[in-house]
T-cell receptor
Framework: SQQGEEDPQALSIQEGENATMNCSYKTSINNLQWYRQNSGRGLVHLILIRSNEREKHSGRLRVTLDTSKKSSSLLITASRAADTASYFCATDGTGFQKLVFGTGTRLLVSP | ETGVTQSPTHLIKTRGQQVTLRCSSQSGHNTVSWYQQALGQGPQFIFQYYREEENGRGNFPPRFSGLQFPNYSSELNVNALELDDSALYLC????????????FGNGTRLTVT
């Protein structure tokens, strides 16, 4: 069973708009990570945020973490058509590098 | 630097058969994990190997087994295939350093008929 739930399940926006995805999880964590997957291929690591961090930036990505609410959000600013993919949050609550993935958000960015 | 490679890319098997999937980890990585991803779902952890020993297992039956070799490449074996085993099987390698991310291969798409 999946530990995490992502919201929304699907998101459709225009190029240049911002995209926000949310993730909730169930157990305590050491870190939370976000991955991207293009149409059934392998996952690509985007960003990792430690449990003692509240916000982290990487290029056009901004991740927040609220451990009291067991939730995280991923913001992609100024989205591009190439950002079209599925995005997953993953936590290590069951052990070091034994990740538990959420159900994913499918993002469609139209030109 | 060589990334994670998996073979084959696609495979069709019949219920009851056995299958072996292969993974070459990224150079410098000594930990390999396997995940199963059903259509429309997130990946689920099967097991992890560290220095040739199983180092944790998810909620999968014993007919899912694995190996890691001295060069850190790995195999996933599934016996007595069932229709529900149809999925994308992903291999991921990582170093043992704390908080290091997983590097995934492109997966093997297994279809059981």
């Amino acid at each position: 069973s999946q530990q995490g739930e992502e919201d929304p399940q699907a998101l459709s926006i225009q190029e240049g708009e911002n995209a926000t995805m949310n993730c909730s999880y169930k157990t305590s964590i050491n870190n939370l990570q976000w991955y991207r997957q293009n149409s059934g291929r392998g996952l690509v690591h985007l960003i990792l945020i430690r449990s003692n961090e509240r916000e982290k930036h990487s290029g056009r990505l901004r991740v927040t973490l609220d451990t009291s609410k067991k939730s995280s959000s991923l913001l992609i600013t100024a989205s591009r058509a190439a950002d079209t993919a599925s995005y997953f949050c993953a936590t290590d609550g069951t052990g070091f590098q034994k990740l538990v993935f959420g159900t994913g958000t499918r993002l469609l960015v139209s030109p | 630097e060589t990334g994670v490679t998996q073979s084959p890319t696609h495979l069709i098997k019949t219920r009851g058969q056995q299958v072996t999937l292969r993974c070459s980890s990224q150079s410098g990585h000594n930990t390999v994990s396997w995940y199963q991803q059903a259509l429309g779902q997130g990946p689920q952890f099967i097991f992890q190997y560290y220095r040739e020993e199983e180092n944790g297992r998810g909620n999968f039956p014993p007919r899912f087994s694995g190996l890691q070799f001295p060069n850190y490449s790995s195999e996933l074996n599934v016996n007595a295939l069932e229709l529900d085993d149809s999925a994308l099987y992903l291999c991921a390698s990582s170093s043992e350093m704390g908080n290091s991310p997983l590097h995934f291969g492109n997966g093997t798409r297994l279809t059981v008929t």
